[in-house]
């Protein structure tokens, strides 16, 4: 008798919404405090938007983020859209926020990177049934993904960059060395700010 649940209890499942399998994180409270004490990742950053910019020259894509996680949401601390005069809406957001750079925990496929700890490339979404089902494929139309983790000095997995499309990518092996290259130089610009802060104080 299969039992899924029993079987993968780190995911969970909302009958009432599509196929929805979220990731459960453990780390996200050890996350918001590391964010925290940097102060990123609950208001936007020039330089995190034009480090979203040169993402998406970079790799050809429409849309690119920079984005941190908490416990209920996902924040685009840097953002890049086709129209950058308007933010593309990406998901329900509360009153005070910024339109476009909220987003709920249970959309996109930042928050699998962000547990797995380890890039994930889907050339088209619409080919893994895990993530088919996802929110943001009916709601946006997203259907090509390329995200890698922003892991820091401490071991913490502060957030993720991201590419989307809403055309299937071949993003291939140079699509996977390019988003983990850029990643890991987003947290050396992370640690110098880091440095700064220190050196102010």
């Known amino acids: 008798m299969n039992h899924p649940a029993s079987r993968v209890p780190y995911i969970s499942y909302d009958p009432t919404r599509h196929l929805l399998l979220t990731p459960q994180d453990d780390e996200a409270p050890a996350r918001v405090a590391r964010l925290r004490a940097l102060g990123i990742g609950e208001s936007p950053l020039p330089a995190f938007d034009e480090f979203a910019r040169k993402l998406a020259r970079t790799t050809r894509a429409p849309y690119s983020m920079v984005n941190f996680i908490d416990e209920r949401r996902q924040y685009f601390a840097g953002l890049y859209t086709p129209s950058q005069d308007q933010a593309v809406e990406l998901g329900p957001a509360p009153a005070s926020a910024q339109p476009g750079r909220v987003m709920d925990r249970d959309h996109g496929y930042c928050p699998h990177v962000i547990v797995r700890r380890k890039a994930l490339v889907l050339e088209d979404v619409c080919d893994y049934p895990r993530f088919a089902g996802n929110p943001v494929v009916d709601e946006i139309g997203i259907r ?30 140079e699509g996977l060395e390019t988003i983990k290259s850029m990643a890991a130089e987003l947290v050396e610009q992370i640690h110098r700010m880091e440095k700064q802060q220190s050196d102010a104080l």
Do not use: H, K, M, Q
Not at 144 to 156: C, H, K
């Open 144 to 173: 090509s993904y390329l995200g890698a983790p922003l892991i820091d000095r401490t071991g913490t997995a502060l957030g993720t960059v991201c590419v989307v499309d809403l055309e299937p990518r071949p993003w291939g092996r």
